[in-house]
T-cell receptor
Framework: DTGVSQDPRHKITKRGQNVTFRCDPISEHNRLYWYRQTLGQGPEFLTYFQNEAQLEKSRLLSDRFSAERPKGSFSTLEIQRTEQGDSAMYLC?????????????FGSGTRLTVV | QKEVEQNSGPLSVPEGAIASLNCTYSDRGSQSFFWYRQYSGKSPELIMFIYSNGDKEDGRFTAQLNKASQYVSLLIRDSQPSDSATYLCAVTRQGAQKLVFGQGTRLTINP
């Protein structure tokens, strides 16, 4: 197992376009998390899944954002009608059930630039 | 008041010295405390976690937790230039899965 995998690594898009990111967690991990990080700030929580169920969503996740984990394996994060303020690093992480206690493993991230 | 606060730095330490990084948190119900290291342009990497008051040592790293004072710190002994990175403090509340991060402290180790 090679850890948490995210695709693409970089994405440049024009304002108003839709983008979709993919995350493949560590295979035995049932929890999957999405975070967003802007320059000079710590990661901010967006949402998390336990298997295919989306259990918590941040208020940061506006109606332009949607995340899915259809079969409890990989996850996608879609941003519709992108805005310049969406430019950030989007981080995916995964863990076992004990993630909140022992921490979780992050993927390498997808850097989004909206021009 | 932010939930997790860190001095953004930069903190500059000579090679071989002890680097001391501090973090305070506001929620007394916090249960677990984490230190992540993040190199420029890379993703966060978990260094240590601690959940009991006192010290926890792992190699050159020591995490210290004081729940009464609501602070957690990370000591790096025999600092190396490769330790130069941003160090992120994060906490979780009792029973929660969400990690809440501070803004990070940028550490530079000078040869």
């Amino acid at each position: 197992d090679t850890g948490v995998s995210q695709d693409p690594r970089h994405k440049i898009t024009k304002r108003g376009q839709n983008v979709t990111f993919r995350c493949d967690p560590i295979s035995e991990h049932n929890r999957l998390y999405w975070y967003r990080q802007t320059l000079g700030q710590g990661p901010e929580f967006l949402t998390y899944f336990q298997n295919e169920a989306q259990l918590e969503k941040s208020r940061l996740l506006s109606d332009r954002f949607s995340a899915e984990r259809p079969k409890g394996s990989f996850s996608t994060l879609e941003i519709q009608r992108t805005e310049q303020g969406d430019s950030a690093m989007y981080l995916c992480a995964s863990s076992l059930d004990t993630g909140g206690f022992y921490g979780y493993t992050f993927g390498s991230g997808t850097r989004l630039t909206v021009v | 008041q932010k939930e997790v606060e860190q001095n953004s730095g930069p903190l500059s330490v000579p090679e071989g010295a002890i680097a001391s990084l501090n973090c305070t948190y506001s929620d007394r119900g916090s249960q677990s405390f984490f230190w992540y290291r993040q190199y420029s342009g890379k993703s966060p990497e978990l260094i240590m976690f601690i959940y009991s008051n006192g010290d926890k040592e792992d190699g050159r790293f020591t995490a210290q937790l004081n729940k009464a004072s609501q602070y957690v710190s990370l000591l790096i002994r025999d600092s190396q230039p490769s330790d130069s990175a941003t160090y992120l403090c994060a906490v979780t509340r009792q029973g929660a899965q969400k990690l809440v991060f501070g803004q990070g402290t940028r550490l530079t180790i000078n040869p």
